[in-house]
């Protein structure tokens, strides 16, 4: 398994500003993910973060709305840009394993105002 | 269109009796299944996994059956414990992607 941190833990924005969100990780993984949880609903990938290159976004997400840093092989950064508050939810990093698994933060709460 | 469906919003067992939760999708090229718990403001904690090559992980109390023919996959804990009240998720990935595709998840309250 891995241990992993985000910062902040929870936050609230006003409407039109931008946050960013770090994860940190206690060994070097090769895979890095974000997630997002909306109130009530899953949780669902808005991208990849791949060490060295661009971000790997799904369909309903772009880098100009959620643009995703990952210096190293440990860190990776999510900004949430212009907020609104649809933008309202709780945003997990992950990390995959070798073995396949997936382990996740303990979350950041986003209350955007 | 949901890949991965949980289909019972909530369920609520006796304490020490069996929990079964059930899970079940539509794209076949998944390969790769995993069951989430997640407590309300913390992330999802990983429990088990089973890849399409098995039909049956067991790791203590938590048993994931998968059967590939019916798209379909379960978790039995047994016993049931208070501790376990929480939100299950499962997911799946395939397609050598990793992206994981998770359910709506089950609410689960376990009574003492």
């Known amino acids: 398994s891995a241990v992993i941190s985000q910062k902040p833990s929870r936050d609230i924005c006003q409407r039109g500003t931008s946050l960013t969100i770090q994860c940190q990780v206690d060994?070097?993984?090769?895979?890095m993910f974000w997630y997002r949880q909306q109130p009530g609903q899953s949780l669902t990938l808005i991208a990849t973060a791949n060490q060295g290159s661009e971000a790997t976004y799904e369909s309903g997400f772009v880098i100009d709305k959620f643009p995703i840093s990952r210096p190293n092989l440990t860190f990776s950064t999510l900004t949430v840009s212009n907020m609104s508050p649809e933008d309202s939810s709780i945003y997990l990093c992950?990390?995959?394993?070798?073995?396949?698994?997936?382990?996740f933060g303990p979350g950041t709460r986003l209350t955007v105002t | 269109d949901q890949q991965v469906k949980q289909n019972s919003p909530s369920l609520s067992v006796q304490e020490g009796r069996i929990s079964i939760l059930n899970c079940d999708y539509t794209n076949s090229m998944f390969d790769y299944f995993l069951w989430y718990k997640k407590y309300p403001a913390e992330g999802p904690t990983f429990l088990i996994s089973i890849s399409s090559i098995k039909d049956k992980n067991e790791d203590g109390r938590f048993t994931v059956f998968l059967n590939k023919s019916a798209k379909h996959l379960s978790l039995h804990i047994v016993p049931s414990q208070p501790g376990d009240s929480a939100v299950y998720f499962c997911a799946a990935s395939g397609d050598s992607s990793y992206k994981l595709i998770f359910g709506s998840g089950t609410r689960l309250l376990v009574r003492p």
């Open positions: 992950s990390v995959l394993t070798g073995v396949g698994e997936q382990y």
């Open positions: 060994s070097q993984v090769t895979m």
